[in-house]
């Protein structure tokens, strides 16, 4: 199967490899799948990168880290059209919200990756969220990653 789903990650077309980084996601264990998802952290594709740091980082891989660092970022995300939608016809005020949802929702999925990862790198974007994201959703999953990071540091 590992083999298939390398060849649908050279591919041109971004939906296709994020449905293989999906797969590849599933493999849990597998070294070799592990090592074609964090080669993805850098695809030029935004989200198939994102897709691939969140899932390292929540299977504890710390090659994530710096780049899950970026992802709790508010700012990383505000040019990224990928977010948008790109539904042709779209008026500007639905791509602003689809990127403002989507924006959301990576922030929070960077959040609880963060707090199953650890580690001190991570303490400050977390701290920056919780103390002004404009989301309180946002605000409330960087305060449970902050728990979690220092839950598992008492330890």
Do not use: W
């Not at 710390?62 to 939608?85: H, I, K, V």
């Not at 309180?136 to 008492?154: C, G, N, Q, W, Y």
Request: proline share 4%; with cysteine; net charge negative.
């Amino acid at each position: 199967a590992v083999p298939a789903l390398e060849a649908r990650l050279g591919g041109s077309d971004a939906d296709e490899r994020l449905l293989a980084l999906g797969a590849l996601g599933s493999l849990r264990g597998d070294p070799v799948a592990a090592e074609l998802v964090a080669g993805l952290f850098l695809d030029p594709d935004t989200i198939v990168a994102r897709n691939a740091v969140l899932l390292r980082a929540r299977a504890g891989d710390e090659r994530a880290a710096p780049f899950l660092g970026r992802m709790l970022d508010r700012s990383s995300y505000a040019q990224d059209t990928r977010l948008d939608g790109g539904v042709a016809g779209m008026s500007e005020a639905s791509r602003e919200a689809s990127r403002a949802d989507a924006t959301e929702a990576f922030l929070i999925e960077a959040c609880k990756a963060a707090g199953l990862l650890g580690g001190a790198d991570l303490q400050k974007p977390l701290q920056t969220l919780r103390e002004g994201d404009p989301s309180l959703k946002v605000r409330s999953a960087a305060i449970d990653a902050l728990h979690d990071i220092e839950a598992t540091e008492a330890r």
